[in-house]
């Protein structure tokens, strides 16, 4: 278990987070080990197909001919994506906000 910082500061990759690098999905939210919840939004294109990204990673972006395919493919994606930004010494995400607008 990785002790906490006293600064308060998080951790930026996934060495320091001592993640094991298993990710499940669920209906368009990516799971890593306990610690990490993901967003993952869902849209079919104009060819069919569904596209799934994962806002919280910049460029994290799969699709699928399905549903269950489109998640799958993007969880491959975010294990990916999540290595290389901890190689790079990124942080993993980015900040993911939800506003409220009105709707005429």
Known sequence: MTQADPS???PRTLAALRLPG??????GTCY????MRLPVTLE???????VAECPAI???????????????NIHE???GCLEVRAEAGLPLTVRVVEIE???A
């Not at 079919?44 to 569904?50: N, S």
């Not at 910049?58 to 799958?72: F, I, M, N, R, Y």
């Open 77 to 79: 994606a975010v294990i």
């Open 8 to 10: 308060g500061a998080l």
């Open 22 to 27: 298993r990710i499940d999905v669920s209906r």
């Open 101 to 103: 607008v009105a709707v």
């Open 44 to 50: 079919r294109d104009e060819t069919g197909m569904i």
């Open 32 to 35: 890593i080990s306990r610690t």
């Open 58 to 72: 910049p460029g994290c972006v799969s699709q699928g001919k399905t549903e269950d395919e489109a998640l799958a």
